[in-house]
T-cell receptor, first 115, second 111 residues
């Protein structure tokens, strides 16, 4: 079964530091997403990415966030200057089509802890 | 903006009892998806419903999409301990829109 791979599984960083969360989507998928989940809460949409550009972003995805697909396989989320409230589980997801007819495949997540 | 709501927030059932979670959207949806997240895990896609009034079954799970395409339900018959987890509905306003997750229903099954 193809998987979405995320690294690292856990990242601890000091407030104000930059972090890069990495994802390898399923190879033939075309649409990529980042979601986050604060502990015990709902899964929140951050950004969607298609054809090497952002297709949609939420109000959470402000100027401190950026995404990149630098080499055709990796999909990264960068948080420039982390805040305490950025502590959450960050999930990468990919789908074959934009209509998500086959659903989104989620990675196992990166738990980000900002101290 | 689009909101997706779910009730109940938590449900504790005795093993063998049935379980239902209900999902409501503030807007008409193009489709609705259901995901299961085990404790400490990630959301796993269960199913997608597209047509008005559609009913789909997966073994003991029955998924329904409302006639107005604004609500949905997931019913589990004779729960087992393996059913433990949080069940999220997630809706799309249009076919190529982002998926918005509901807050989830956390199911506990008492053996």
């Amino acid at each position: 079964e193809p998987e979405v791979t995320q690294t690292p599984s856990h990242q601890v960083t000091q407030m104000g530091q930059e972090v890069i969360l990495r994802c390898v989507p399923i190879s033939n998928h075309l649409y990529f997403y980042w979601y986050r989940q604060i502990l015990g809460q709902k899964v929140e949409f951050l950004v969607s990415f298609y054809n090497n550009e952002i297709s949609e972003k939420s109000e959470i995805f402000d100027d401190q966030f950026s995404v990149e697909r630098p080499d055709g396989s990796n999909f990264t989320l960068k948080i420039r200057s982390t805040k305490l409230e950025d502590s959450a589980m960050y999930f990468c997801a990919s789908s074959l089509t934009g209509g998500s007819f086959y659903g989104y495949t989620f990675g196992s997540g990166t738990r980000l802890t900002v101290v | 903006g689009q909101q997706v709501m779910q009730i109940p927030q938590y449900q504790h059932v005795q093993e063998g009892e049935d379980f239902t979670t209900y999902c409501n959207s503030s807007t008409t949806l193009s489709n609705i998806q259901w995901y299961k997240q085990r404790p400490g895990g990630h959301p796993v896609f269960l199913i997608q419903l597209v047509k008005s009034g559609e009913v789909k079954k997966q073994k003991r799970l029955t998924f329904q999409f409302g006639e107005a395409k604004k609500n949905s339900s997931l019913h589990i018959t004779a729960t087992q301990t393996t059913d433990v987890g949080t069940y999220f509905c997630a809706g799309e306003k249009t076919s190529y829109d982002k998926v918005i997750f509901g807050p989830g229903t956390s199911l506990s099954v008492i053996p």
